[in-house]
C-alpha cells in the first residue's frame, strides 16, 4: 500500500472485516478439504488474505472484527432487516474456529459483540483511532464503508489490492464520503434487504446527491423533479423509507466497547503454531514456508568408506533384521542411472552414507561438518577416515551384496522400486522388500498428488528436507550428484534414509489402524519387483517403422497445412489459439453454442471445433491436424529418443501412485494413452515388436469391469448371462430394447454397449444423449428400463451411494479406499462428480487390483516352470508377454489357469489372447 509522507509519523491500525472475508474466501475457492473430508476452503482463502496483509504492511496494530449470530439493534428498527439473506452454509460455519486459532497464531486479536455487526465495531474503533491520532486503514470489499472514508481513514481490499481514499470518491462518484450513507438511503441494499426507493438505482442515487448534496436537501426542493413523473412519484411516496434506510445503512460509530485502541498492538507471527495448523488444514505450501528445519545436532549422519568401517555397518545391519536404503544416481531413469553411492537407516535421526561414484573424492579436503562415524552401537567400532576414498565396487558387492539379497533380512525404501532397478544393474538383486513409504502415502491418501519424501516428512514431522537443488545447484549451474563432493552428500544422502525409516515407522501404524496391511502386503509390495524386472525387460520397437511412420505423418501434416489455408483464405499460425479464434469467429463468422469469447482470446479447444465441424470443412480439417501432430511428436519420435542405447529396448516406468482408482499408470513413455481405435494408433503399436525367435502374445480380460459389477451387485440377470456365456451386450438389448434376439442389430447392440459402460461410469442421460446422438428423453427412458431390468444393479449404486454419504469414502473389494467428500457438497455439479466416482472406483478399482494380483501370480508361476516367456507390459485389462515360439501353447495354458483363476467371484473371469508380430497384430 502507498503512504503519503504527511501519514508517515502517524501510528497505523488496521481494522479488518473479518466477517466479510470469510464469505468472501468461501465463495473464491471451491472444494478444497482436507484428506478427512473437513472443508478447508475458506480458512485457506482467509490465511492468504492475513499474510498478504502481515507481509505487504508489516502492521503494528491491528484487529479482525466479527459479527455475533443473533439479532442487531438493526432489526428491532427494521424485522425484515437481512430476512432475504439464506443461512450460513454448512461448510462455512465449521471452518469458523478453525479461522479464529489461525488468527491467534498470528498473534492478532479479534474483537466481536453482540447485538452489533462488525461494521459498527469497525466504525468505533475507527473513530477512536482516529481520535488518538492514528492512520486507519479499514480491509474490506464491503462499498457500505465509503461512508467512513475519511482524510486519515482509508479502505484497502487485499484480494483486489485496491485502495479507496478521499480522493477516489471524489473522482469515482463525485461526492464526499460521508454522502454515500445518502446514496444508500436511496438506492436501498438488496444484499442487507434495505428497502430504499423503488426505480432508484446506484447511478441515479449518485447523481440525485451530486445534484442536492443531502436527502433532506432534495426532499426540501423536491418540486425541482415534477418533471420526471415516475421518480418525482416514487421519492415522495417513499420519504419514510428512504430515511429508514439511511439509517440502516449508517454504521454505528459509537458501540460500548472495553478496549482500547493500545490493545491492538500485534506480536510477531508464532510460526511453530501456524505451521501446525497449516500441517493440521494440509496446506503444503504454507506448510513448508513455516516449517523449521530441524535442529541438525539431533541428526546423527555419517560417512562410512573403510573396509573395517563397511564390514562392521554391515554386520549392524544384518542384526537389526529391518532398515530402509536409498540410493544416489547420475538420473531420474534408473534405466540410464549410474550408482553415485548408498545411504542406509535403521534408528531414527541416524543415517549412514557409502559413496562410490563421486567424479573427484581424492581433491576433497576433510569436512569438519562430517559426524564421527560412532552410532554403531559400539562407537570404537569405527574410526573418522583420514582422507574420503570411495570403497572398491568388488568390496560393496563382497559385504553388501548377502545382506540386500536376503530374504529375511526386511528392506524399506522410498520408490524402492527405483532402488531395485539401480542396484539390479550395480549387480545386487535386492529382496525383502518389505514396505516403500512412498505407496503407502498414496494408499493413505490416494486423492493427494504427489508422495515424495519431502511432502512425507513435511506432513508427518513438520521437516523441511535438504533439496537436491540445495547439494547440486539449480538451473545452468545444476552439476549431477556424481560431481557433488562427498562431504555435503553425506547429509543429504543419509537424511533420504533417515526420513525413510522415520516415515516408514509412522505409516506401518496408520496402514494397520486404516485396514490396508493386506493391500499394501499382498498386493502393492509384492508388485514392485514385478514391475522393476517388467521395466528392465522392456520391449523392442523397430525404428525404422517409427522413422517411416514420422515420415508419412509429417507429409500429410503438410498437406493439411495447405488445405487449412486454402479453406482460411489465408496463412496463419494454426498453432495460435488467438489467431485462428479471429480466422474462425471473426472472419468466417462460424458460431458454437459454447462461449467462446475469453480474457485472453477465444476458446478453440476439441469440444469447440467438433461443433464446429458439423457445418464447415475447416474445424474438420484442424481437429485432423492436430490429432497427427500430437501423434507424431508424441509417439512416432518420442519413441525413437527413448531407444536405451544399452538394450535397444524402450523402458517404459509403471506408476503405482498415481490414479486415485489403483490402476497402473505409465510414463515416459505413456502407453496407456495410445489411440487403439485410430488406423494411426494402430500403425504406432505395430512398431512394438518381440525379439528375434519370439512372439508377442495379448492377454486381456474380457468386460472385466462388468464382471465385478455383476459380483458386487448381485444382480440375478447379469449372473445369469456371464455364468451361461452370453454376450452381454445383445443380452442388455434384449433386457433394454425389449426385442427378440433375431432383432438386435449391430447398432442395437452397440448402443447396449454404450449404455452397459455408461452404467459403471455414472453416466447421466444427458451424456448418455451426446453420445448415441439420442434425445435426452429417450436417453433417460433406456437407463431407466436398464434399472428396471438390472434391479441388483440399481440397488448396488444407491446403497453404495448412501453408504459413500455416510461415511465419505469407499472401498474395493479387497479394501483400496478414497474419500469422496464431495458426495455432500451443496454444489450440484461437484456433488455428481462424487456420485459418479463413488460408483465407480469398486468397480474399476477392484479391476485394478485383480490385474495387479495377476501379474504377481504370472510372474511366479513362470519362475515356478522355468519358462523363458517374460511379461513386458501391463495397459489397462490386457499383459503383454514375449514369448519364444516354442513356448506359446504353453504360455496361453499357463495364463489363461491362473488369470481366471486369480480370484473367486460370482460370475468367471474370462482371458482373450492374441499372437502377433508386433502389439497391434497380438491385440
Known amino acids: 500500500m502507498a503512504e503519503s509522507k504527511k501519514a508517515d ?70 424485522d425484515q432487516y437481512k430476512a432475504n439473506r439464506p443461512p450460513m452454509p454448512e461448510d462455512l460455519a465449521v471452518q469458523i474456529p478453525d479461522i479464529k486459532r489461525i488468527i491467534e497464531a498470528f498473534n492478532i486479536p479479534i ?41 486519515h481513514c482509508t479502505l484497502w481490499d487485499p484480494m483486489k489490492d485496491t485502495i479507496t481514499d478521499v480522493a477516489k470518491i471524489k ?22 434487504n434495505i428497502p430504499g426507493v423503488r426505480g432508484v438505482g446506484p447511478k441515479t442515487a449518485i447523481k440525485l446527491i451530486a445534484q442536492f448534496g443531502s436527502i433532506e436537501n432534495l426532499y426540501e426542493n423536491i418540486d425541482e423533479l415534477k418533471k420526471k413523473k415516475k421518480l418525482y412519484e416514487n421519492l415522495s411516496t417513499s420519504k419514510d423509507i428512504v430515511f429508514l434506510s439511511r439509517d440502516l445503512a449508517t454504521i454505528d460509530q459509537s458501540v460500548e466497547v472495553t478496549r482500547q485502541i493500545e490493545d491492538f498492538k500485534i506480536d510477531n507471527i508464532n510460526t511453530k503454531k501456524a ?11 504454507l506448510a513448508a514456508e513455516f516449517a523449521q528445519k530441524t535442529d541438525s545436532s539431533e541428526k546423527k549422519y555419517t560417512l562410512v568408506t573403510k573396509i573395517k568401517d563397511l564390514e562392521n555397518l554391515a554386520h549392524t545391519l544384518e542384526k537389526e533384521k529391518i532398515f530402509a536404503v536409498d540410493t544416489e544416481t547420475t538420473s531420474k531413469t534408473p534405466m540410464d542411472a549410474q550408482l553415485v553411492g548408498i545411504s542406509f537407516s535403521f534408528k531414527e535421526n541416524q543415517g549412514f552414507y557409502i559413496p562410490i561414484g563421486h567424479t573427484s573424492p581424492d581433491d576433497l579436503a576433510q569436512s569438519d561438518d562430517l559426524d564421527q562415524p560412532d552410532q554403531i552401537n559400539q562407537p570404537d567400532q569405527i574410526n573418522q577416515p583420514d582422507q574420503i576414498n570411495q570403497p572398491d565396487k568388488d568390496d560393496i558387492l563382497r559385504i553388501f551384496k548377502p545382506i540386500l539379497e536376503n530374504p529375511d533380512i526386511k528392506k524399506v525404501g522410498q520408490n524402492i522400486k527405483y532402488d531395485y532397478i539401480v542396484l539390479s544393474r550395480f549387480g545386487i538383486t535386492l529382496q525383502g522388500i518389505a514396505f516403500d513409504t512412498m505407496i503407502a502415502s498414496y494408499l493413505l491418501n490416494p486423492a493427494t498428488r504427489g508422495h515424495s519424501l519431502d511432502r512425507i516428512a513435511m506432513n508427518l514431522f513438520g521437516y523441511k528436507t535438504i533439496s537436491y537443488e540445495d547439494v547440486t545447484g539449480k538451473g545452468k549451474n545444476q552439476i549431477g550428484f556424481q560431481d557433488v563432493p562427498i ?119 476439441v469440444e469447440v471445433l467438433s461443433k464446429l465441424a458439423q457445418t464447415h470443412e475447416l474445424p474438420e480439417k484442424l481437429l485432423r491436424y492436430r490429432t497427427l501432430g500430437k501423434l507424431k511428436s508424441t509417439y512416432a519420435d518420442a519413441l525413437q529418443q527413448l531407444i536405451n542405447k544399452e538394450t535397444g529396448r524402450i523402458h517404459t516406468s509403471f506408476n503405482q501412485t498415481i490414479t486415485v482408482t489403483g490402476r497402473l499408470s505409465s510414463s515416459h513413455p505413456n502407453l496407456q494413452n495410445i489411440p487403439i481405435r485410430k488406423k494411426e494408433g494402430k500403425e504406432i503399436r505395430k512398431a512394438f515388436i518381440p525379439k528375434k525367435g519370439h512372439t508377442l502374445i495379448s492377454a486381456d480380460y474380457s468386460q472385466i469391469e462388468l464382471r465385478i459389477l455383476a459380483h458386487c451387485a448381485e444382480d440375478d440377470i447379469l449372473i445369469e448371462a456371464f455364468n451361461e456365456g452370453e454376450d452381454i451386450h445383445t443380452r442388455t438389448a434384449l433386457e433394454v430394447f425389449q426385442v427378440l434376439p433375431e432383432f438386435v442389430t449391430a447398432d442395437l447392440r452397440s448402443q447396449a454397449k454404450a449404455i452397459n459402460f455408461g452404467i459403471v461410469y455414472g453416466m447421466s442421460g444427458f451424456r448418455l444423449a451426446n453420445e448415441l446422438s439420442i434425445s435426452r428423453k429417450m436417453a433417460n427412458a433406456y437407463i431407466d428400463n436398464y434399472f428396471k431390468r438390472y434391479a441388483g444393479v440399481k440397488k448396488f449404486i444407491d446403497t453404495t451411494i448412501d453408504e459413500t454419504r455416510k461415511t465419505g469414502e469407499v472401498s474395493t473389494l479387497f479394501g483400496r479406499k478414497r474419500r469422496l467428500d464431495d458426495i455432500n457438497s451443496s454444489n450440484a455439479n461437484v456433488r455428481n462428480f462424487a456420485q459418479r466416482a463413488a460408483i465407480n472406483t469398486p468397480i474399476q478399482g477392484s479391476a485394478a487390483d485383480l490385474i495387479k494380483m495377476a501379474m504377481i501370480k504370472m510372474a511366479d508361476a513362470l519362475k515356478a516352470n522355468n519358462m523363458a516367456s517374460k511379461m513386458l507390459l501391463s495397459v489397462h485389462d490386457e499383459i503383454i508377454f514375449e514369448c519364444p515360439l516354442e513356448e506359446k501353447e504353453q504360455l496361453i495354458d499357463l495364463a489363461k489357469t491362473v488369470m481366471e483363476q486369480v480370484h473367486p467371484l460370482k460370475v468367471p473371469l474370462t482371458v482373450n489372447f492374441g499372437i502377433g508380430e508386433n502389439w497391434a497384430q497380438a491385440h
Not at 43 to 66: C, M, Q, S
Not at 128 to 134: N, P, T, Y
Open 9 to 78: 509519523s502517524r501510528k497505523k491500525i488496521f481494522l479488518i472485516d473479518g466477517s466479510a472475508f470469510l464469505y468472501r474466501a468461501f465463495h473464491a475457492i471451491r472444494s478444497l478439504n482436507t484428506s478427512k473430508g473437513h472443508p478447508t476452503n475458506a480458512t485457506f482463502g482467509f490465511a492468504r488474505i492475513l499474510l498478504k496483509l502481515l507481509r505487504d504492511n508489516t502492521p503494528e496494530y491491528a484487529v479482525v472484527i466479527f459479527d455475533v449470530k443473533g439479532p442487531t439493534f438493526r432489526h428491532q428498527m427494521y
Open 111 to 151: 474483537e466481536e459483540k453482540q447485538g452489533f455487526e462488525a461494521d459498527d465495531l469497525v466504525g468505533t474503533y475507527a473513530k477512536l483511532a482516529l481520535e488518538k491520532g492514528f492512520e486507519v486503514v479499514m480491509v474490506t470489499g464491503d462499498k457500505d464503508f465509503m461512508q467512513l472514508v475519511s482524510d
Open 171 to 192: 473522482k469515482d462518484m463525485g461526492i464526499d464520503p460521508i454522502q454515500f450513507i445518502d446514496i444508500l438511503g436511496l438506492a436501498g441494499d438488496s444484499s442487507d
Open 275 to 285: 505451521f501446525e495448523l497449516f500441517r493440521e488444514f494440509e496446506f503444503k505450501t
Open 487 to 605: 562431504a555435503q552428500a553425506v547429509n543429504y544422502a543419509s537424511e533420504d534414509a533417515d526420513i525413510t525409516f522415520m516415515a516408514y515407522q509412522q505409516f506401518k501404524k496408520q496402514i494397520q489402524d486404516q485396514n490396508l496391511s493386506d493391500l499394501m502386503e499382498k498386493i502393492e509390495i509384492p508388485l514392485i519387483t514385478v514391475l522393476a524386472n517388467m521395466e528392465m525387460e522392456g520391449i523392442k520397437v523397430d525404428e525404422d517403422s517409427l522413422q517411416h511412420l514420422s515420415q508419412t505423418f509429417d507429409l500429410e501434416l503438410k498437406s493439411l497445412e495447405q488445405e487449412i489455408y486454402a479453406l482460411a483464405g489465408e496463412e496463419f499460425n494454426i498453432n495460435s489459439s488467438q489467431q485462428l479464434g479471429v480466422i474462425l469467429f471473426e472472419k468466417l463468422q462460424l458460431k458454437t453454442a459454447k462461449k467462446t469469447k475469453k480474457k485472453t482470446g477465444y476458446s478453440t479447444d
